[in-house]
């Protein structure tokens, strides 16, 4: 068989041979130090054949080099790029979350069907043959195991086969160490676990989260150690490849898990069950779990983990989850020398552990109606430590480091952005070494960030490969750095596609293989241990760029009113350094906007220094579709219009389940107007939907007086600039979305 060609200079140079022949002089002992290899011509005949072959391949070598620095920087510049997206589009679901639920709560007939919490409570807390009773609607599910792998299972109750997989009961199972393992096998064939068996799960989590406080406090034994996982997201893969290569919970393997169990992913009820019966079997001291952002009824309404729960059971059962959630402790310790929680610190860097001990965290809503510190003007001392208190629970949900020193508010819409003295000030009051916070997605599943900020790290781009799971120099925090040690930790590999590594952290009271010291302070080490269970489906740049497009989009009328006033005489030209500004101070994406002018912008709206803004706009609008046609024979501005609504698109999507009051499909004049004006109740002057009837008017297609699904949803089509061809389609047309009734609407 034929080896294949080389695909590389490196690969070129790695097949050379290592040892030349014996006629000739050892490429190794040929000193070249008196040539410059950059300058000097390979073609001087006067230079030795031994002296060009070394200067050849050393040429190889650095180009090979520089490759590889190259390729690392684009790669940090795309990632960079699918953060800040990722960061923006939190945000924006953070603030559909909270319109939701404001819904819920303030219009009259919201919460119909939805059980009342005090219900909820008693659901939980129900014993045995009661909580067997609870109804369950779901329907058969077949499960085909015919091409699953899994390795061999030992069950003393049951027989885990293809046979019985379909449903797995728990209910005349003692929940132990076997169950788990079980329990965990169960999953990773593929199979599920029996309504009442989850109820069972829930109901022991319930009862055993009541009983523990804000804070739990780890104490890892002498030889024992403490693994600490970052966001899951619903990917299971990675929970078992953890459990894989850690072993399961004991009182000498203890886990923290960081929060952000589900949402995203498509499995992130079997990941809560996995961690509700771990928790439940060895205890709150060996399996820890801090409540994340996710965690938290409003944001997993939106983010797919109640559509998860209900297509896979019912209702009910989300709304027993929900409540779960909200009584998850908010922090761990680790030998009382680090600082775990998701999110971040606190916009009072003279927080105690009192304070936070303090807090009731069942009462917590991630937006208050009035923002904190505003919502203590005129309140009683104790009120005033009331929302104090509310807001650091959002703060640590929400909350992200920055460089820069202070605290300001958070580009997500919730929590803060907290500067590298305010962590140190709160560690130093604390008595803490080192902070682990999850909550940011980061490119090899561990960081540093201030550390990395700082520049004190020893780094090469282009250097030698580390082995798997081998600590790199990014990984080992100086204390002569002068930073505080604050880490971020992410555990979902591959999230969403971004192509990243995920990581978990170690610790133990002594020195083990490959560890690092926390610090001087602190008796205490840490190993960084990465992983990859899938590889990328998708090309990260591509789909940064369909992203960044549907982001001009949004933002076309802002940004044209940006570059018509940067334009003073009027050329319909501006600078690009003057565009790249106008980008980023519009959109709020802090990215190299100039190195991504070429692949966002058509040839003829560039010059070598300058972008014609008018073109590039106009590359950015609706494509042809029945929509616009139908717009444009009524003789409207059908373009101008539907741009200004695309901004609006996920809450007029809520608005359109929600007020079709009747049931039947479509949204009648009078319900439109209803809806907009509610919406517009809570929006920003900035913000709000002008125009409503004539609006309505536009995506009446067929003159029926009345708007459907598909016909509110075919409007919404984006347009590739560069091809003309529909890159993305967010039409729920599309998507077969079957007619529901009442308030499943507004919640599916």
């Known amino acids: 068989m034929q080896a294949p060609a080389p695909s590389s200079l490196a690969q070129v140079f790695a097949t050379l041979p290592p040892q030349p022949p014996a006629s000739e002089t050892p490429m190794s002992s040929v000193s070249i130090d008196s040539y410059d290899s950059r300058t000097v011509s390979l073609k001087d005949q006067n230079l030795p054949q031994d002296v060009r072959k070394a200067l050849a391949a050393n040429r190889i070598r650095r180009m090979a080099q520089r490759k590889k620095a190259l390729q690392a920087a684009q790669a940090e510049h795309q990632w960079k790029i699918f953060a800040d997206l990722d960061t923006k589009d939190e945000a924006e679901m953070l603030h559909l979350a909270v319109f939701m639920q404001t819904l819920i709560e303030t219009v009259p007939g919201a919460s119909a069907g939805r059980s009342e919490r005090s219900k909820l409570r008693e659901a939980l807390s129900l014993d045995e043959h009661e909580s067997s009773q609870l109804k369950d609607d779901t329907p058969d599910i077949t499960i085909s195991l015919g091409d699953v792998k899994y390795k061999e299972v030992h069950a003393r109750h049951h027989s885990l086969s293809t046979n019985n997989m379909k449903e797995f009961d728990l209910c005349d199972i003692d929940m132990d160490a076997e169950c788990v393992q079980e329990v965990i096998d169960v999953y990773r064939m593929g199979g599920r676990l029996s309504r009442n068996s989850i109820v069972k799960i829930l109901r022991k989590t319930y009862r055993l989260v009541l009983k523990i406080g804000n804070m739990t406090r780890v104490n890892i034994p002498d030889r024992g150690m403490c693994t600490v ?21 004991s009182t000498d393997n203890r886990f923290i898990f960081n929060g952000d169990f589900v949402d995203r992913g498509e499995k992130g009820l079997e990941i809560v069950c996995i961690l509700f019966l771990m928790f439940v079997v060895y205890g709150p001291e060996v399996v820890c779990m801090n409540r994340g952002n996710h965690e938290d009824l409003p944001v997993c309404r939106v983010y797919g983990f109640e559509q998860e729960v209900k297509e896979k059971y019912d209702e009910l059962l989300f709304e027993m989850f929900a409540e779960v ?65 509310k807001q650091l629970q959002r703060d640590a949900m929400w909350s992200d480091p920055t460089e820069e020193y202070g605290c300001f508010l958070n580009p997500r819409g919730a929590g803060v952005s907290f500067g590298p003295d305010i962590a140190s000030q709160f560690m130093a009051e604390n008595g803490f070494s080192m902070v682990v916070r999850s909550h940011e997605c980061v490119m090899r599943g561990f960081e540093l960030p201030y550390q990395m900020s700082m520049h004190s790290y020893s780094f090469k781009a282009g250097g030698e490969e580390k082995a798997p799971g081998h600590m790199l120099d990014l990984d080992i925090y100086h204390e002569s750095s002068g930073v505080p040690f604050l880490c971020t930790l992410f ?27 926390v610090g001087s302070k602190c008796n205490m080490h840490y190993y960084v241990r990465r992983y990859k269970t899938s590889e990328a489906e998708r090309d990260l740049a591509a789909s940064n760029t369909l992203s960044l497009r549907e982001l001009i989009l949004k933002k076309k009328s802002a940004l044209s009113t940006a570059f018509e006033a940067a334009d003073v005489h009027n050329h319909g030209q501006i600078s690009r350094v003057e565009w790249a500004e106008i980008m980023q101070r519009v959109t709020l994406m802090k990215i190299r906007w100039l190195g991504v002018v070429n692949t966002i912008a058509t040839d003829d709206c560039l010059t070598p220094t300058s972008v014609f803004y008018r073109q590039f706009l106009a590359n950015f609008t609706l494509g042809s579709s029945p929509a616009l046609q139908a717009m444009e024979s009524k003789g409207m ?62 995506m009446d297609f067929d003159g029926s007086g009345t708007i459907d699904i598909n016909e509110f949803f075919e409007t919404f089509r984006i347009l590739d600039a560069k091809d003309g061809k529909v890159d993305g389609v967010i039409s729920l047309a599309q998507q077969n979305k079957p007619k529901l009734s009442g308030v499943e609407k507004l919640l599916s």
């Open 229 to 249: 996982v970052g966001d899951l997201h619903g990917q299971l893969s990675d929970l078992l490849c953890i459990i894989d290569t850690v072993g399961l919970p």
């Open 325 to 389: 959630f909200n009584h998850l402790p908010l922090f761990s310790t680790i030998n009382s020398s680090i600082f775990v929680v998701h999110g971040g610190l606190f916009h009072n860097p003279q927080t105690t552990l009192q304070d936070l001990e303090d807090i009731d965290r069942t009462d917590y809503f991630v937006k208050p109606p009035v923002p904190y510190p505003q919502n203590i003007i005129g309140l009683s001392p104790e009120d005033q430590r009331k929302e104090y208190l």
């Open 491 to 517: 555990s979902a590999s591959n999230y969403i596609g971004g192509d990243n590594d995920g990581a978990i952290l170690q610790f133990a009271s002594h020195p083990f293989h490959m560890s690092a010291p």
């Open 637 to 698: 501005d059908a373009k101008s219009v539907l741009d200004d609504m695309y901004g609006m698109r996920k809450q007029l999507e809520t608005v359109f389940y929600f007020f079709d009051t009747n049931g039947d499909g479509v949204i009648s004049r009078e319900e439109f107007r209803e809806g907009c004006a509610k919406l517009n109740s809570m929006l920003h002057p900035d913000c709000q939907l002008t125009n409503i009837d004539r609006t309505l008017e536009v």
